[in-house]
T-cell receptor, first 114, second 117 residues
Framework: DAGVIQSPRHEVTEMGQEVTLRCKPI?????LFWYRQTMMRGLELLIY????????DSGMPEDRFSAKMPNASFSTLKIQPSEPRDSAVYFC????????????FGDGTRLSIL | GESVGLHLPTLSVQEGDNSIINCAYS??????FIWYKQESGKGPQFIID?????DKRQGQRVTVLLNKTVKHLSLQIAATQPGDSAVYFC????????????????FGSGTQLTVLP
């Protein structure tokens, strides 16, 4: 079975540019999560969706970050404008529910902002 | 503040020995716990989970123990193999009281397990 699919795997861009990260969750999973991982802060939840609706975006660091889920099989995380401190690995995860089922992660997008 | 933490950041074991990775949590309201394994360049991979109404759960070569009295979680890996070398995270799932019924998975800082030949 296909797991969570993220693209691109790597992204290098200059500061000020718009960055769009993409995620395809596991089919049938109602919850989708975006995380950011850095050495300093570990894994941080940015936002999550239930049935395509954003439920908690309190982890989104700034207004430069936005996320959408136009349908059950696709989500984007956008940074505009990007800054060097946004450099991190961004993970998408999905799960059947939010309380008693594990989240399954994609392999992430390694983002470098120069 | 409340947090999920790990006792040791690194652990080295001989191949074939058993490994024990520990995790402390501070929120007594947490009711679901998960262990993840993360290899270099990959996302966290689900290993095993346990609910708060249990104190032990076994999988293939792995066992998770939950001690709610002292808020402690451990992952035991039997007959550790080179392929077990990775960072291991515990995560707790609990209600995020500031956001109504929203639940949040909070990760510990991770333990780097190195298997020596």
């Amino acid at each position: 079975d296909a797991g969570v699919i993220q693209s691109p795997r790597h992204e290098v861009t200059e500061m000020g540019q718009e960055v769009t990260l993409r995620c395809k969750p596991i089919s049938g999973h109602d919850y989708l999560f975006w995380y950011r991982q850095t050495m300093m802060r570990g894994l941080e939840l940015l936002i999550y969706f239930n049935n395509n609706v954003p439920i908690d975006d309190s982890g989104m660091p700034e207004d430069r970050f936005s996320a959408k889920m136009p349908n059950a099989s696709f989500s984007t995380l956008k940074i505009q404008p990007s800054e060097p401190r946004d450099s991190a690995v961004y993970f998408c995860a999905s799960s059947l529910d939010s309380s008693n089922q594990p989240q399954h992660f994609g392999d992430g997008t390694r983002l470098s902002i120069l | 503040g409340e947090s999920v933490g790990l006792h040791l950041p690194t652990l080295s074991v001989q191949e074939g020995d058993n490994s024990i990775i520990n995790c402390a949590y501070s929120n007594s309201a947490s009711d679901y716990f998960i262990w993840y394994k993360q290899e270099s360049g990959k996302g966290p991979q689900f290993i095993i989970d346990i609910r708060s109404n249990m104190d032990k759960r076994q999988g293939q070569r792995v066992t998770v123990l939950l001690n709610k009295t002292v808020k402690h979680l451990s992952l035991q890996i039997a007959a550790t193999q080179p392929g077990d070398s990775a960072v291991y995270f515990c995560a707790e799932n609990r209600l995020k009281t500031s956001s109504g019924s929203a639940r949040q998975l909070t990760f510990g800082s991770g333990t780097q397990l190195t298997v020596l030949p």
